[in-house]
């Protein structure tokens, strides 16, 4: 296209979007893209904005409308848009879904901590079953200063072992709490607390194990097959954090389960492993 008049390329582009594939979402992307490259930010925010609310739902459309504002400076807008999709997900995992977008970009473009911890602490508390809520926390407590910062991480270690999660998931936290205060911790008490509790845990899940082999318990299949898919990502709690991020920047971006009629994740093919 680029051999084409400017004109010509915009008039390709709206017949395609208004006439032969309204709905689908790439096109209009290229055509918001292709409006940007011009200067005529106005008229890719509208072609975005206008696709959206035809066809709802599509994390991959409101996520180019927020990358357009941050690009061209507007974190307010872009922080807005974060902020209304979290709260009109249609369910827990979209909204963590975004909640962790949210507060990536509040953290890592805002370079506003406090303000991207509430985000998780609260989404934690919509969604206590979603390891990658605990898993971007850490990471971002881990960013900081360790010494500075060891209350609060040892905080979102406390929420993940006593909360909701999996006796699996909450005896690999629990591990690296142990390594943390091994590691990094100001106070040998707090360390041996962590060390005994890890045990209680581990006995714990030793019971769990006799009863469902005696048939008094069955074993939580479901909830252990997804603790697999994500326990690889526990590994970003191993010391250096920011090395081991593209556990879940990636990973669960491509692979995310999220339901919609348009099936957005055949536009994001995984990378190559």
Known sequence: MENHSIEG?????SRACTIHLPKKPMVHMLWAAFEEQQGNINEARRILKTFEECVLGL??????RVSLERRHGNMEEAEHLLQEAVKNAKSSGESSFYAIKLARHLFKVQKNLPKARKVLLEAIERDKENTKLYLNLLEMEYSGDL?????????CFDKAVNGALSIKMRITFSQRKVEFLEDFGSDVNKLLDAYDEHQTLLKEQDSL?????NGSEEPDEKKAHTDDATLASTQMMDGDMQANQVAYNYNAWYQYNYQNAWNYGQYYAPPPT
Do not use: D
């Not at 994390?59 to 180019?64: E, F, G, I, K, Q």
């Open 209 to 213: 194990k006799r009863k469902a082999e």
């Open 59 to 64: 994390a991959m459309v409101r996520l180019r």
């Open 9 to 13: 390329v915009r008039h390709v582009y």
């Open 147 to 155: 010494k500075q910062n060891e209350e609060n991480i040892l905080t």
